[in-house]
């Protein structure tokens, strides 16, 4: 009898140890909703080849290489990029920004694209594999993926990292790293910028993803807008899934009620806009008025104390406006001219060029050379700068090409 009785014991205390242990699993799980109101939607995971705006040879590409050049040289043997240095002092100390160096990665494809040379892609995946452990994602916190910066999440974070998933797809048509697929990085990422919708319109700027997961209500980047709609275009051309467009129109509805801002990341959306699908009459009101502040602030920009990553950003403004203008059929060349005064400025602070007449010797000038220091009164080449640079060189060049035509 007792034979009989043990086996049946046993089995009734395993059914209950794995009942408890189901539970208790269950009940650790952090009971926080999500900042996100919408749900992911099925979405394209294989990319088609990527349609590039040809750029022809223009003396321009030089510079957007020699930035390359500089920042390939910098690399470290893990990928790590240069992110900011002192050119009179050597002094490389900071804190670094995830943001604005996975920014320098999207600038490496971009010059692998324009010098057709592979060892730049070659430099980006490097990086990329560095910068790719620092994306997070946590199902039981927040939805979607974002990238870890600084200890938080921030909403250009995503965008930027979509960008750079896209500049890659531009430079090679693949979304493969080895076996890692980009491409559904860029989906999650994606429904994280989603996520960070406002109810009344535009987006929550940075998550908190420790513990519960909260948004930031008071942390703002006024670029973070533009660029998060930037993104959902690229993911929208990557993956021919409308859901995206119908996001970006949304955000875009939001934005142009908006007082008028130096906006480049919502410049770039708009000429993305007219590229991929139509400009409304008010779309292309509300980039004129744009472009109209970026060259009301010409005569402050070209001062020789002023950044030359401000009027980097003015380049690239100008640029995607210009490219939204030529393919809506509506006049442009009024900003070409505006474009070539700030390009010529921003050229004045690559190195070797300097109009700052700082006094380097020349190993030092070898060693900088192609980097973009920020000011007289700033001697610092920081990587944003040249993402700067690179973007707006670059969309200048595709604006000159489509204006040919």
Not at 257 to 269: I, K, L, N, R, W
Request: proline share 6%.
């Amino acid at each position: 009898m007792r034979k009989r009785i043990l086996p049946i014991l046993l089995i009734i205390l395993f059914v209950m140890l794995a009942a408890t242990l189901w539970l208790g699993t269950d009940s650790f799980k952090p009971k926080a909703e999500p900042t996100a109101l919408p749900s992911p939607v099925p979405t394209t995971i294989s990319a088609h080849a990527p349609e590039v705006i040809p750029l022809g040879d223009d003396p321009l590409k030089r510079p957007i290489i020699a930035a390359g050049d500089y920042l390939v040289r910098h690399q470290l043997a893990n990928g790590e990029l240069p992110y900011q240095v002192n050119i009179l002092t050597n002094d490389r100390s900071s804190t670094p920004s995830n943001i604005r160096l996975m920014g320098g990665v999207s600038a490496l494809y971009t010059v692998c694209r324009i010098a057709e040379n592979s060892s730049y892609c070659e430099a980006g995946d490097r990086a990329l594999e560095h910068y790719l452990p620092n994306l997070l994602a946590d199902e039981s916190r927040f939805k979607g993926t974002c990238l870890y910066s600084n200890g938080a999440c921030p909403l250009g974070g995503a965008a930027v990292s979509i960008d750079t998933i896209y500049k890659r797809w531009q430079a090679t048509g693949n979304v493969l790293l080895h076996d890692h697929d980009l491409l559904a990085d860029a989906v999650n990422l994606g429904y994280f910028i989603v996520s960070m919708r406002k109810p009344e319109g535009g987006f929550y700027h940075s998550f908190d993803p420790h513990f519960e997961g909260t948004v930031n209500p008071g942390y703002v980047d006024p670029t973070f807008n533009g660029e998060g709609a930037a993104a959902l275009l690229q993911l929208y051309e990557m993956t021919g899934n409308e859901f995206w467009l119908e996001q970006a129109r949304d955000i875009n509805d939001f934005m142009t009620a908006q007082p008028v801002t130096e906006d480049a990341g919502h410049s770039h959306a708009l000429a993305m806009f007219a590229r991929l699908d139509e400009l409304s009459g008010k779309d292309e009101a509300y980039a004129k008025d744009i472009a109209d502040l970026v060259i009301a602030g010409q005569v402050r920009s070209l001062n020789p104390a002023n950044s030359s990553v401000a009027t980097a950003a003015k380049i690239e403004a100008l640029s995607s406006i210009a490219q939204a203008f030529v393919l809506s059929g509506e006049d442009h060349e009024w900003l070409d001219r505006e474009i070539r005064t700030f390009v010529t400025f921003v050229q004045a602070r690559q190195l070797p060029a300097n109009d700052c007449a700082f006094d380097l010797p020349g190993d030092q000038l070898k060693n900088y050379k192609g980097g973009l220091f920020g000011s007289c009164d700033d001697p610092g080449i920081r990587i944003d700068g040249l993402q700067r640079w690179v973007n707006g060189l670059t969309l200048y060049l595709e604006y000159k090409n489509l204006a040919e035509k």
